[in-house]
């Protein structure tokens, strides 16, 4: 059974599914924060996950704002507000888990990722819509006959598609949390 997000908490946690390390943006209210926690969709980071050039001040490739406007940046005291990409005291980083990830897939989309052969092939009845959504939330890939990774399918309308939907290890991990859940 999905639970869909909607809301602010929902696009955090698809931001937050579709960075490479699952972290969250760095600005969020505080009320939003809390519910993602207190819901389990979100941990705090653990420690050296967050690069050296992206401190827990810093906003990242992934959080677009304009510069010197007010944000809260996610941990800080009472949803404290700071110039954007400024060096907030107490900050923290928090990190997508894997009931998040759940959280924001369909039913379709769950089906698919808890339905993968052994080998993490997903099953040819699978939508390529549903396969190119778990592919941006990083847990499907694609590959050739040679076992090369790709991030789409390659299909150019002629035929069919040159690249299979695989489950990632982040893909594995999630559908089997999906399936000891249930």
């Known amino acids: 059974m999905s639970s869909q997000l909607a809301g602010a908490a929902g696009r955090h946690l698809t931001a937050a599914a579709e960075h490479p390390q699952g ?18 969709f979100a941990r705090p980071a653990p420690e050296g996950l967050i690069p ?13 704002s304009a510069a010197g406007r007010r944000h809260p940046y996610a941990g800080s005291a009472g949803g404290t507000y700071a110039s954007a990409g400024g060096d907030v005291p107490g900050s923290r980083r928090f990190v997508i888990t ?8 369909s039913d379709s989309q769950r089906r698919a990722l808890t339905s993968a052969e052994p080998d993490g092939l997903l ?10 959504k778990l592919a941006k939330l990083r847990l499907v890939h694609f590959l050739d006959d040679d076992g090369n990774s790709y991030p789409d399918d390659g299909d150019t309308g002629v035929g069919r598609p040159p690249r299979r939907p695989y489950l990632t290890e982040l893909g594995r991990s999630v559908a089997t949390s999906a399936t000891t859940n249930d």
């Open 98 to 105: 894997h009931t998040g990830f759940l959280a924001l897939l």
């Open 123 to 132: 099953p040819s009845k699978v939508a390529w819509q549903t396969y190119g």
């Open 52 to 64: 050296a050039q992206e401190s827990a001040g810093q906003p990242s490739a992934t959080d677009q």
């Open 23 to 40: 972290l969250l943006p760095i600005r969020i209210r505080e009320d939003v924060l809390q519910q993602t926690l207190s819901n389990g």
